[in-house]
């Protein structure tokens, strides 16, 4: 590890990471490539060699792994299982594949790279096994199921590799406490990658760094940066779970997917940080907001008191979560209203704020001025009105919960730039204001600009985020231009 950050342990928080001098908002902390990487778990069909789906039309014609080029057999990423099962003579049965469903046959890839890993390379591989399991709990959950004998007995029988199922519970435990998940170019699917150093970085719900990950080019190197200004001896914090959901799905995920409870100011604030993010509404018409009492589990109503148990509350995110999840999802053409309806039919139930809401509220819009029928040049005056709105909602409580550099806020600014800049041109058009309260709008529009080209930066120039970089970058100064122009004496 280089000398501006270090492991430390302690009995309370295990591993973690330390800064060791004063780091800027930005400023790289850590760049490591992975110990070792791979298809997900439970993956439909893709390249062994780039990860990107495949359809069975190209085999390897060493392993007869499908793959989706005639040059991707020769990638260095498939070398392991490609040399496993020509060694065994044997090629992979890919007659009952079904290439737009999940096939099991790929859980036995990234077991496998790790056994051919630790004959390989054992100093690397010692890395790997240094990381924590947590194996004991792991099988205490659901999730684990007998598939890993599956996988066991074929790696064994099948590929004649020597290894115990203990070994093979072990890496999997390994896997799901330390894996990192990085999106292919095209973002269909996604890959496992295991880190040495940033595996032992801390959870936080408010973290103060922020992780990107290179491309396959670049070996899917991952790069930790620097959310807000880090202190010397401030603990490094990560999020390892999407931060724009309320406590009782977070706290869901974590418990399942890593087994721990976070304790972070987030999650031990009823109120997440006063934006009330987790709350929802009194069903006794009393107009107040119910939120989780500080020291019991259960919900309880700050004006009249009345009471909700946890498992209502949960019930209720959770089936919210899935519509918003679906509607997220949809290609609709009547998408933009079946979000409005969402928001409407919660009204009663969830607090404004609520990042269940606030999520919908996101999806809008990132729609309205995008997706076909609502381009930004076909959108009415209160169209773009009410897009404006919805931006400033999500800001007020994005400002409390992901502050410093944040991608969802850096989208939130660009669409309120645009909204701000229409709404002023039409506003003023139609003498609704004066000259001076455009200028004033326009230099509004001119800083959420700026502040998106900041938490932007550091996106991945394909994915959504970065191309929205890519286009805001260049606009910035024909902005400054035309408002010097337009109203530059004033
Ligand atoms: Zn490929
Ligand atoms: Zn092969
Ligand atoms: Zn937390
Ligand atoms: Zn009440």
Known sequence: ?????????????????????EFEQGQCLWSEKPILCGPRYSTYPVCLGCYEPVDGTVLCPKCGWPMCSEDCPFLENHTPECKVFQRKNVKVDTSTFKYQEVEPMYDIILPLRVLVL?????????????????????????????????????????????TSQEEISNIFGILYTNDFLVDTVSGTSNVVAVYRDVSMCSHSCVPNAFKTFGSIQDGFSITLRAKQTIKKAENITISYVETFLPSAIRQEKMEYGKHFTCMCPRCSDPTDLGTFGNSLLCGSNCGGTVSKSKDKNDYKCEKCGRGMTKEIVQKIFNKAFKE???LLKSNSSTVVDLCEMFLSRYKTLLHPNNLLMLKVKYGLITMIGRIPGYQMNCLTLDQIIRKRRLCED?????????????????VV???????????????YANDEIDILSAKEEFEESLRSLQQSIEMLQFEKPESFEGIIYQGAKPTLAPLRQHIQNEFGDL
Not at 134 to 159: E, F, M, P, R
Not at 394 to 410: F, Q, T
Not at 413 to 427: D, K, R, S, V, W
């Open 1 to 21: 590890m280089e000398a501006n950050i270090e492991v430390v342990t302690n009995d309370k928080e295990g591993r973690h990471l330390v800064a060791i001098e």
């Open 324 to 326: 918003t999840e679906a």
């Open 413 to 427: 600014l660009y669409e309120l730039h645009m909204a701000q800049i229409m709404a002023a041109q039409l506003q």
């Open 118 to 162: 630790k004959a390989q390379d054992p100093t690397l591989a010692k890395q790997f096994f240094h990381l924590e399991s947590h194996v004991t709990k792991w099988k205490q959950t659901k999730s684990w199921n007998g598939s890993h004998a599956k996988i066991w007995n074929y790696l064994k029988d099948t590929l004649s590799m020597e």
């Open 394 to 410: 999500i800001l007020r409580v994005l400002d409390v919960i992901d502050p410093g550099i944040s991608s969802r806020r850096g």
